[in-house]
């Protein structure tokens, strides 16, 4: 328990230097120096500031997975988890980007670091919709031929929604705005009359 807690608290730390000094201008002994540990103890956990970067980067996602996994286990309609679903992503992905200040730029800059990171949560998001997905076809609420398929698609979409949301490049101010937008969206493509 105790190392899982040195872990955590090394990752935090971490996040919050890079997030207010960068990447590129935070050290490890910054991080040994902000958390009260040595750097023999960081370097116990993390070879380089690129592999606690990853791990920064891993957290963000775990946060991420947990509010929709909260979402899919609600008591409610499939269509609304459906949207509540793509809400969670989009909100959560919007509150990290903005809580890591100067690590924002990072994140948008080496994309392609965060893509390796994001393997493991794109299957499990994937996983998630599918499940939803057949939980309205089960209810007679959807009427998808490939849940395997919709679901990729879905989670394709939203991944793309990503960075348009975040900058507030769909012309409204608030999710509340852009609900009945997306509500609309889900239960015409998803309903039974549009057989997917």
């Known amino acids: 328990m105790a190392l899982s807690k040195t872990r955590s608290l090394l990752v935090d730390v971490a996040r919050q230097l890079f997030a207010k000094n960068g990447f590129e201008n ?3 002994n910054d991080i040994a120096v902000a958390s009260n540990k040595g750097r023999r103890t960081l370097y116990t956990y993390f070879a ?4 606690i970067y990853l791990a920064v980067i891993e957290t963000e996602l775990e946060r991420l997975y947990v509010r929709m996994e909260e979402v899919a286990r609600r ?3 499939p269509e609304e988890k459906m949207v509540q679903l793509i809400f969670a992503h989009l909100e959560v992905v919007k509150e990290s980007v903005y809580r890591n200040g100067n690590l924002r730029a990072e ?3 080496d994309i392609w670091r965060v ?3 994001r393997k493991i949560f794109d299957k499990n998001e994937i996983n998630l919709f599918r499940r939803v997905l057949a939980e309205g076809v089960d209810k007679g609420v959807f009427e998808v031929r490939n849940i395997r398929l919709t679901s990729e698609i879905a989670h394709f979409c939203l991944k793309g929604c990503e960075i348009p949301y975040i900058y507030g ?3 409204l101010n608030n999710a509340e705005e852009l609900y009945p937008y997306v509500s609309r969206l889900v239960s015409k493509s998803l309903s039974r009359s549009a057989k997917l």
């Open 115 to 117: 893509e390796s990171c």
């Open 107 to 109: 994140f948008f800059r």
């Open 75 to 77: 008591n409610i309609s």
């Open 48 to 51: 380089s500031k690129e592999e």
């Open 26 to 28: 935070t050290t490890m």
């Open 169 to 171: 490049r769909y012309g």
